[in-house]
């Protein structure tokens, strides 16, 4: 099984600057895509990044040129740098593994960034 526990995320003033983690346990060896997401309150959970096996990224068109997901895979840890953060980037960020040959897919358990005007 693999566990995913998100940190880094806060209160931050519109502008301003945040870098999620998310670190896993477990066996990965098996997982080709890393993604973030964000569900704001009364929305439907949304892609935001992902991230393959051979460093292919993709962003949802509101976060491009503003926020950039990256991987250490040494350290099992999947981030993602966000910049010029907006008062509609409010939501709960979620991580997510998946190997998308075989199945096994798994979410953590978020982190609230809540953004200020």
């Known amino acids: 099984q693999v566990q995913l526990v998100e940190s880094g995320g806060g209160l931050v003033q519109a502008g301003g600057s945040l870098r999620l983690s998310c670190a896993a346990s477990?066996?990965?060896?098996?997982?080709?895509?890393r993604g973030w997401y964000r569900q704001a309150p009364g929305k439907q959970r949304e892609l935001v990044a992902t991230?393959?096996?051979?460093?292919?990224?993709n962003y949802a068109d509101s976060v491009k040129d503003r926020f950039t997901i990256s991987r250490d895979i040494a350290k099992k840890t999947v981030y993602l740098q966000m910049n010029s953060l907006k008062p509609e980037d409010t939501a709960v960020y979620y991580c997510?593994?998946?190997?998308?040959?075989?199945?096994?897919?798994?979410w953590g358990q978020g982190t609230q960034v809540t953004v200020s005007s």
């Open positions: 477990g066996s990965i060896f098996s997982i080709n895509v």
């Open positions: 991230i393959t096996g051979v460093r292919s990224t």
């Open positions: 997510r593994f998946q190997n998308t040959w075989a199945g096994g897919d798994y």
